[in-house]
């Protein structure tokens, strides 16, 4: 393969789940991670992708929020994983908050039924799929709903998120490192962010291996607020460690 042939299948990988890593490049195309790493180069010299640490991650992607519909079915099969492994992190009963996101609703397609449970949120389509569930009570904070995320932002959700003390908070991201912590492109959202975290004794991030090594617009919180992170497989090891030296339980699903 050619130079440009393979720099072309490198960017479209990039593009289709997100992210690519040097390591799994080099297996995949037959090459050495030298060569992998002068391809990454000469792509970020083009202006298409950004090194990220252990790959990169496609230009298009920095500062530019997908709508839900947009993100709802990338990485469909990594998000159904994690949402069910992090159904070990629930209460037998008690409160739990659910972030917006594609992967954390998924947590609330899959709650159990046995056991009765209060769910705090901003997200309407959380909101939407549980307030039929028998077992389930639904806490609907108030304020401007985003068009983009479907969930409440502003002043009146951060002020109903003061009432209340939850046992695990489960939250999604755009962006997370070790150096920046969790990242997103609104600071609405990233101020809303910010109080469901304080408002749980736990925190629990839903994050792809997609959203790892990226840096976006506004800052949520360091990693030393969070208790556990659950990605999936395509999470590489030296991220894992990198995060895990900053303080939260990694766990791939």
């Not at 230009?59 to 469909?76: C, T, Y």
């Not at 617009?217 to 991220?239: K, N, P, R």
Request: contains cysteine.
């Amino acid at each position: 393969m050619y130079a440009t042939e393979r720099q072309r299948e490198i960017l479209d990988r990039a593009r289709s789940e997100g992210r690519v890593e040097v390591k799994r490049l080099a297996d995949d195309l037959d090459v050495t991670p030298e060569t992998v790493r002068r391809d990454l180069t000469a792509l970020e010299r083009l202006g298409v992708l950004r090194r990220v640490h252990g790959g990169a991650i496609p230009v298009e992607r920095l500062g530019i929020e997908p709508a839900v519909a947009d993100r709802e079915e990338r990485l469909a099969g990594q998000k159904e994983r994690i949402a069910k492994v992090a159904l070990d992190e629930l209460p037998d009963g008690g409160s739990i908050i659910i972030d917006a996101g594609t992967t954390t609703v998924r947590i609330a397609r899959m709650l159990p039924t046995d056991r009765e449970l209060m769910v705090v949120t901003h997200a309407l389509p959380v909101a939407n799929l549980l307030v039929s569930l028998p077992n389930v009570t639904v806490y609907l904070l108030g304020g401007i709903v985003r068009p983009r995320t479907l969930a409440a932002v502003g002043d009146w959700t951060r002020s109903n998120l003061a009432d209340v003390f939850v046992d695990v908070a489960f939250v999604g991201t755009n962006g997370i490192t070790a150096r920046r912590g969790l990242t997103t492109p609104d600071l609405g959202e990233a101020a809303v962010k910010r109080a469901l975290i304080g408002a749980a004794r736990r925190t629990v991030v839903l994050a792809d291996h997609s959203k790892f090594g990226r840096e976006d617009f506004a800052h949520v919180c360091d990693l030393d607020d969070i208790d556990t992170v659950i990605s999936d497989t395509g999470l590489a090891d030296e991220m894992v460690e990198e995060i895990e030296d900053r303080g939260p339980t990694v766990v791939r699903a």
